[in-house]
């Protein structure tokens, strides 16, 4: 391995303190120039919250709320409480789902990015036997039937058919388009609730940083649990994208916590991108990425198991929890691993608060391929809009500069830390991250 091949990671502070950077997983060169960062954001945290009216029902205020879920399609399982602690329910007929209050719910998304039509055309996709029978069983119950028929409808309604039209559309082809919820690989992890417990304004929401610790791994559990089903179901999935859009202007479609998991036939750009540098130099996040980040005190918090750090160089502000396990996969995680990696990335969430629009962006090796990459969470803040001179120079204009990102949230986590929400970890200064802390490099090669 020569030099030659050690991607760089350019990092200039120039004579009146702007910040250029090049962040090779980025490919793209990213500004901060003293002054931006003075101008408005969106969804600016300063203003007071509007306050809930009185009588609200609580749980009806958006399509993902529990009283409407007649607006969201069949539901693939939910996480519910029980005396001992938590069970998964799966596949359950329309009845029997609404029996137990959901801690977190599987439901497809009724808008598939990559969607049922696509599979059966392009890769001649059927339901698996599973999906088929549990497609049977949910249409035998009348709740369930008329369920599926009318998400179908509203469905199709979006899609700017006219009632008549809707009306005229067979039943027989309305139950084919019902593959896609029985069969789709394009599902939301749904929280249980849309606000806190106790809300007094629109500003409660229920969001990844307000969840219990316990609640929180167990989120993310549900989660890789559907990614785990997708690649089971339908083998023409080669990666499935994990990702979290909280808040109007960050994508969201509701206010209301959920999580997305997608398979796609492709790995996308990014990911290719990461896997060439990994694919040149392996050890690139410790020697590299990790390396400027320590070296400019860019280190949120550390336990055993992972590693919070502002991570410079993305086109919005940029926090990053990396897992140190060897494996690659966030299915191979130990629960130790997962819970140490859930405190930091909760951690994260709760230490800039639920006001702050984000997107959680999840990284890690697609199935079958190499070389080793460590599984890593980027959760950015969606404060900025690029605009015109990012479009053609495609230089960004990041509105922080890395170290008043990491000066806002370090208050934030010595707090959690003294309050005992994240055992075992290091904050700030106290964080030794030391050299190849990151063992996904020294995994053995795959077989
Ligand atoms: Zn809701």
Redesign the pocket.
Known sequence: MTSMLKPLFVYNTLADGSLRILNPVVGEEVWTVPGRNQRPHVNDPRKAPEPLAAGLDLDA?????PK?SEHTPAEKSRVVRTAGGFKVLEKQTAEQALAHPALFRRVPNLFEIVPMDFWKRNYGFRLSPLQRQWKEAYLSTPKGRAHILGVIDEKLEHQGKTPDEILATAEAVKLELADAFFGGSHDLIVSG??FQANPGTWADLLSSGSLGREEHFIFLSFTLNAVGEIHRENPYVKHVAVYQNWLAQAGAS???LHKQVLGVDTWGAGIQRRMEILRRFPPFYNQVLLAAVKARGLVLAENAVAVAVVEPGHIYPCLAVYSKSAASDPAGLSPDELRGFSDLLRALHAAAGPRVPCNEEWYFRPRGSEPAMPFHVLVKWRVNIPAGFEGGSEIHINPLFPEQVRDRLLPGLRELLAQGEMPGASVGENCSCEDACLRYDKAPPRR
């Open positions: 205020i958006c399509h993902f709320c409407n609730s849309h509701f206010d209301h």
